[in-house]
């Protein structure tokens, strides 16, 4: 048992080392640049990523709260069950976030999407919408992206097939994401990051 407890925890580690610093870098570049445009961030995924989605979301917008400073305007839409499931009844799963976006979505903004395989429909199809209006797309997947990477404008790929190793490189690359946002809002550093 011990030994599997370890082999697991030598594994993540090494995965999360295999993260260019650099990919992390150009989303948190875009994230500031959003924040500092008055535009929202939009971030959804499926099952353990809808949760990871979730968590983000929460970080982003209150862990960044600071005072005499704008809020940054964060919105999970994975949270929202009565939407997801019309959307989901009354055409198909496929438009649960992609619809969600055409009501929301504006050039300016920041859409972050989770998939761990990069090949979920509806993550690949609200990126399409997402694209289409002027907002900048990100990926978070595991595998090689999948069909998803082929459509965000950034991505961050974590080179592994094994789901639950991805979703917790996900959840670091989250924690390292908002600690550094929340770092730049509250030096007030107002100006263009790419």
């Not at 992609?98 to 090949?119: T, W």
């Not at 990926?139 to 999948?146: A, P, V």
């Amino acid at each position: 048992m011990l030994k599997d407890i370890g082999t697991y925890l030598d594994q993540v580690s090494a995965l999360a080392l295999k993260i260019p610093s650099e990919n992390i870098e150009k989303v948190i570049k875009i994230l500031l640049n959003t924040y500092y445009a008055e535009g929202r961030i939009f971030v959804f995924g499926n099952g353990g990523g809808a949760s990871t989605a979730s968590h983000f979301t929460c970080d982003l917008a209150k862990g960044t709260v600071t005072p005499d400073r704008p809020r940054l305007k964060a919105i999970c839409l994975s949270d929202n069950m009565p939407l997801i499931t019309a959307w989901a009844n009354d055409t198909d799963y496929t438009n649960t976030f992609g619809e969600q976006l055409k009501n929301l979505v504006e050039k300016g903004d920041a859409v972050i999407g989770l998939s761990g395989s990069g090949m979920s429909p509806n993550v690949i199809n609200a990126f399409r919408i997402a694209n289409d209006s002027g907002a900048v797309s990100i990926l978070l997947s595991g595998f090689e992206g999948g069909e998803a990477v082929k459509v965000a404008s950034e991505s961050i790929i974590v080179p592994s097939e094994d789901m639950q190793q991805i979703e917790d490189v996900h959840l670091m690359l989250c924690h390292i994401i908002f600690r550094v946002v929340r770092k730049r809002i509250r030096k007030g550093r107002n100006q263009e990051y790419v």
